[in-house]
């Protein structure tokens, strides 16, 4: 397992634009980022692989958000735009340290809200 720790998130008024990022201290096979809303159940919203920078992104966000990596210091970012209210919800990257494997290290999550 390794250890996660966000920043960035906010408040912005829909239309903005935040960006998240996730340290990591160290590299494993995949990492996410998981949102989710009161009364919602957890959502992927983003996933990008360490080698090769394979991405996924939920439908809810393409065009939207996009996830990249920085290898020499570990971090994956998560820039957001064209936010909408929809997208408030407490954000969270996780670590998948293998393929098909759990996502088995979380970071602290972090509040984005969207104001209409």
């Known amino acids: 397992q390794v250890q996660l720790v966000e920043s960035g998130g906010g408040l912005v008024q829909a239309g903005g634009s935040l960006r998240l990022s996730c340290a990591s201290s160290?590299?494993?096979?995949?990492v996410g980022w998981f949102r989710q809303a009161p009364g919602k159940e957890r959502e992927l919203v983003v996933r990008?692989?360490?080698?090769?920078?394979?991405?996924y992104y939920a439908d809810s966000v393409k065009g939207r958000f996009t996830i990249s990596r920085d290898n020499a210091k570990n971090t994956v970012y998560l820039q957001m735009n064209d936010l909408k209210p929809e997208d408030t919800a407490v954000y969270s990257c996780?670590?998948?340290?293998?393929?098909?494997?759990?996502?088995?290290?979380w970071g602290q999550g972090t509040q984005v809200t969207v104001s209409s």
């Open positions: 996780a670590a998948q340290d293998r393929f098909g494997g759990e996502f088995n290290s």
């Open positions: 160290g590299r494993t096979w995949s």
């Open positions: 990008i692989r360490w080698s090769g920078g394979k991405t």
